[in-house]
């Protein structure tokens, strides 16, 4: 059990691309046979950024513009109280209209606790991975992460919200 218990929190000072699929799950891409460079396509309604996200099996889309540059982010959530919650027809909706535009992004050296630690208390549920050249590598989902994980970063959130309140 002892050591079930230091495999699991172990895991809280990994990076957290180590727990990410090493593809792009959240892009749809295709290979353009002229130049073999990868295009990214991008969803233009909520609809196809559902659909997008069935098929990738993930629970976010990052939208990117021509130049390859990521804008923003569609989530499950935002699809649910931003399209459905208030009835817009989910095929004549932009994308633009419902994204969380310039999410936060981490570094692929963050650890998971403080991915965790970063979502809990910014109330978001997905950070974008980007590289030190400003590539996006992955995105990191709280799902992503262990419920210990879950609980020690919780435990940190309520850390610094007392050390905070203290101050004031």
């Known amino acids: 059990?002892?050591?079930?218990?230091?495999?699991?929190?172990?895991?809280?000072?990994?990076?957290?691309?180590?727990?990410?699929?090493?593809?792009?799950?959240?892009?749809?891409?295709?290979?353009?046979?002229?130049?073999?460079?990868?295009?990214?396509?991008?969803?233009?309604?909520?609809?196809?950024?559902?659909?997008?996200?069935?098929?990738?099996?993930?629970?976010?889309v990052l939208i990117f513009d021509t130049t390859g540059q990521m804008r923003g982010i569609v989530t499950e959530r935002d699809l649910m109280t931003k399209v459905l919650a208030k009835a817009l027809d989910p095929k004549t909706t932009t994308v633009s209209q419902v994204m969380t535009p310039n999410p936060q992004c981490v570094g692929p050296d963050t650890t998971v606790s403080e991915a965790i630690l970063i979502m809990i208390e910014r109330g978001f549920r997905h950070l974008p991975i980007?590289?030190?050249?400003?590539?996006?590598?992955?995105?990191f989902s709280s799902s992503d992460a262990l419920p210990k994980e879950i609980d020690v970063a919780m435990t940190m959130a309520e850390f610094h919200r007392q050390a905070f309140d203290s101050k004031v």
């Open 1 to 60: 059990m002892q050591k079930y218990f230091q495999k699991l929190i172990s895991h809280l000072d990994k990076p957290i691309i180590r727990l990410i699929f090493k593809s792009n799950p959240f892009l749809e891409t295709d290979h353009d046979r002229a130049t073999g460079f990868k295009i990214y396509v991008n969803p233009v309604c909520p609809q196809s950024a559902a659909c997008l996200m069935t098929k990738t099996n993930s629970s976010s």
């Open 130 to 139: 980007k590289s030190k050249d400003g590539h996006i590598t992955g995105v």
